[in-house]
């Protein structure tokens, strides 16, 4: 196991705790875990993804994800695409992806793990457009979950304040208190 695979087992492991590590493939007929959180079943290319993921075939996995994230956008292949990034050390491809599982599973809890994961790694990213943008449209998205709709507002106010613009961070901060 090369470090890189080694690094994103632990992150996916534990970024998902439900997920199992599985040890056959009828375990892997059992690795729908964002269905049990309330979203629909994952579609073959996921299944697959994570199969390849686990036995080590990462060129494999990035294929399955991302025809997963193109053809039915799940949030859960997103998440796996920008774990593969970060493993890369791209963290403005892993910050892009992780943008765009929140949108895609804005109405799912996995959208806040999301969330705080564009958190951990958006000091490491030369572009913050994609979260300032992301957190701008959670504002004004009354679809969007209310618990996710307030945590992106908090990180943008925080975000606001580590870049010295306190009146702004006031402002949008103000209807959390």
Known sequence: MTSRQFFLSITFLFGLTSVVVAESDADFARAATWHEFGDRA????????LREFYSGNLDAALKSFTTA????REHPALYALS???RGDNDYQKSLKYLCE?????????????????IWNILPYCADTEP????????????RMRPCLRDLARAMRGRWLMQTGRFDAA????????
């Not at 994230?69 to 039915?72: E, G, L, Q, R, V």
């Open 42 to 49: 994952p579609s073959q290319n996921l299944v697959c993804g």
């Open 69 to 72: 994230a193109k053809s039915s």
């Open 83 to 85: 774990l593969l990034a």
């Open 101 to 117: 599982a929140v949108s895609a599973g804005k109405n799912s809890p996995w959208a806040e793990l999301y969330l705080e994961q």
């Open 131 to 142: 979260f300032l943008k992301l957190v701008e449209q959670a504002a004004e998205d009354a």
């Open 170 to 177: 006031t402002e949008v901060l103000k209807p959390l208190q």
